[in-house]
């Protein structure tokens, strides 16, 4: 079915785009990409403002509610993706089922069945898990460390890390701990914010067209940064952050991939339970992307808290 299709690249993509979203970082400050990431979308949508008019004000008001919801949510989600592993944001980021499942029950009024309360607590597990992830692996390190005649050369490279690379700023454990529940807890307002939005938007594509929707959501979401940069009075360096092609290709990524969202929401027979499994096909992206991309530790372990997550998300799913 298109639906399907659509929301599955939707969340291809969604994980594609954390990875970018990281590597924007090295070249650019948060507000720099935040801002110009949202600015070139928004230019690229300037070919259809002649066909988003004619909504109500209500509309437009519900439209700008859901654009500061966003405003707020991408702060914290490109902070958290800017400081903790981007396997520990893929599965955090999990969350947002919890949350959009109890939305659908609170906002709208979905029933709440056996399945879905073993979905939340499958989910629920797999989080917690995560939360674990660094004493299992040190104990894991100290059983290898025990073996005779091994060096810690050897254990290191057994990890595909080599003894320098461990002691590379990179892979240098997370600064320090208070900052990084900080950190998680913005991972999980995002999630939070983000279900939030997607319940919005199976509203919202009843009274109004993708293209509507899209369009004046950016713009709103414009103005609120470039608002934020001028109270704020952020520094925003324009020559760089224009030369940073990450951001580029993060801004064609997000426009594609909105579009195909608000599309297959649009479809009558689309299922918001089964849409936000699919979108969760970006975790095993972002999982994948630390290990292979930015040379993470403790990938199994992400993994199969990963696996948890999804086969809750599954089981919630059944009817």
Same mark, same amino acid.
């Given at each position: 079915m298109l639906w399907i299709m659509l929301t599955l690249f939707y969340g291809v993509v969604k994980g594609v785009r954390e990875i970018v979203k990281k590597k924007s970082f090295e070249k650019s400050t948060l507000m720099e990409v935040l801002f110009f990431y949202t600015l070139i979308g928004f230019v690229?949508?300037?070919?259809?403002? *002649?066909?988003? *008019?004619?909504?109500?004000?209500?509309?437009?008001?519900?439209? #700008?509610v859901k654009s500061f919801i966003i405003f707020v949510a991408w702060l914290c989600g490109f902070k958290a993706v800017k400081e903790i592993p981007i396997s520990v944001y893929g599965v955090l980021d999990l969350s947002r089922v919890? /949350?959009?499942? $109890?939305?659908?029950?609170?906002?709208?009024?979905?029933t709440l069945n056996g399945n879905r309360i073993a979905g939340i607590v499958l989910v629920a597990s797999g989080l &917690?898990?995560? !939360? /674990?992830?660094?004493? %299992? !692996?040190?104990?894991?390190?100290?059983?290898?460390?025990?073996?005779?005649?091994? @060096?810690?050369?050897e254990e290191n490279t057994e990890e595909g890390i080599s003894s320098e690379e461990t002691t590379h700023p990179a892979h240098v454990e997370p600064k320090e701990k208070g900052n990084q529940i900080l950190f998680i807890v913005m991972a999980f307002l995002s999630a939070l914010l983000n279900a939030m939005s997607g319940t919005m938007d199976k509203i919202l594509t009843k009274d109004v067209t993708p293209a509507q929707l899209q369009f %004046?959501?950016?713009?709103?979401?414009?103005?609120?940064?470039?608002?934020?940069? $001028?109270?704020?009075? @952020?520094?925003?360096?324009?020559? !760089? #952050?224009?030369?940073?092609?990450w951001i580029w290709i993060l801004s064609i990524l997000f426009i /594609?991939?909105?579009?195909?969202?608000? &599309?297959?929401?649009e479809i009558p027979d689309s299922k918001v339970t089964v849409m936000t499994l699919l979108k969760q096909a970006g975790c095993i992206v972002t999982i994948l992307a630390g290990k292979f991309v930015f040379k993470?530790? *403790?990938?199994?372990?992400?993994?199969?808290?990963?696996?948890?997550?999804?086969?809750?998300?599954?089981? *919630?799913?059944?009817?």
């Open positions: 690229m949508l300037l070919p259809t403002a *002649g066909n988003v *008019g004619g909504m109500t004000p209500a509309l437009y008001g519900l439209v #700008a919890l /949350f959009s499942t $109890l939305l659908g029950v609170f906002v709208l009024h979905e &917690i898990a995560l !939360r /674990f992830e660094k004493p %299992w !692996r040190e104990r894991r390190e100290a059983r290898k460390a025990a073996v005779p005649g091994k @060096t810690a050369g %004046w959501y950016m713009f709103f979401l414009l103005l609120m940064y470039a608002a934020y940069i $001028l109270v704020t009075r @952020t520094k925003m360096d324009v020559k !760089r #952050a224009l030369k940073n092609y /594609f991939a909105d579009r195909a969202l608000f &599309i297959a929401n993470e530790k *403790g990938i199994g372990y992400k993994l199969c808290c990963a696996a948890v997550i999804i086969a809750g998300i599954v089981i *919630g799913s059944i009817r």
